[in-house]
């Protein structure tokens, strides 16, 4: 029998169905990839790679809404190190840089060691998706910069890029295409990450 929310929102059944369907098409994909080898066409070359970032970017964002559609639960708190975070986070600086020439920059102001009361899957995706949209802002060639600094009892992380917005027309759809895209759900996950965490996010 499927289990339904209060609601009463199949979501299991939903999400069953909804990952049947994507798996299908993928596996359909990889077989015309296989057998058009070698593609001489570059828009047949083009069209297949559309298809397998669209298909990541509607399963991250599939996600995404499953879990803003979930009830908040309880969290169990443990100690995080936002250093070891960051570390992670600059070791993307090569893959950011080689897609779309963008530098990023970490700086952990001096500090070996940051240990905060969290949860280290809900803080590796809020920097994940507040990484995500200033790449999707930025121009290729810009910069993003993520910086912590500890003052007193109060720790900030902030991540800037000096880009202006999306930019609109080709360079926007070029821009969806390097990075993944969703439907804006993750800014709102940010948002309830840190209302659970009990952090503060502007």
């Keep these: 029998m499927c289990r339904q929310d209060e609601a009463g929102f199949p979501q299991k059944q939903l999400e069953t169905a909804f990952l049947h369907s994507l798996r299908l098409l993928e596996q359909n994909r990889e077989y015309l990839q296989m057998h058009l080898q070698p593609l001489k066409d570059a828009r047949t070359a083009q069209a297949l790679e559309d298809m397998e970032q669209e298909a990541a970017r509607l399963e991250r964002t599939f996600r995404e809404l499953m879990e803003l559609s979930a009830p908040e639960g309880p969290v169990q708190k443990r100690p995080v190190d936002l250093c070891r975070l960051l570390a992670q986070?600059?070791?993307l600086r090569g893959e950011i840089d080689a897609q779309s020439s963008?530098?990023?920059t970490v700086d952990c102001g001096g500090l070996e060691q940051c240990?905060?009361?969290?949860?280290r899957e809900m803080a590796e995706q809020i920097c994940f998706h507040l990484l995500s949209n200033a790449l999707r802002a930025v121009a290729p060639g810009g910069n993003i910069q993520v910086c912590l600094r500890q003052t007193g009892q109060d720790i900030r992380?902030?991540?800037e890029d000096d880009g202006c917005g999306l930019p609109e027309g080709e360079g926007w759809l070029e821009n969806r295409r390097r990075f993944l895209g969703g439907a804006q759900a993750g800014l709102l996950l940010c948002r309830r990450y840190c209302r659970q965490l009990g952090w503060e996010l502007a």
């Design 89 to 91: 986070l600059e070791g």
């Design 102 to 104: 963008t530098k990023l």
């Design 115 to 119: 240990l905060v009361w969290g949860d």
């Design 157 to 159: 992380l902030t991540i």
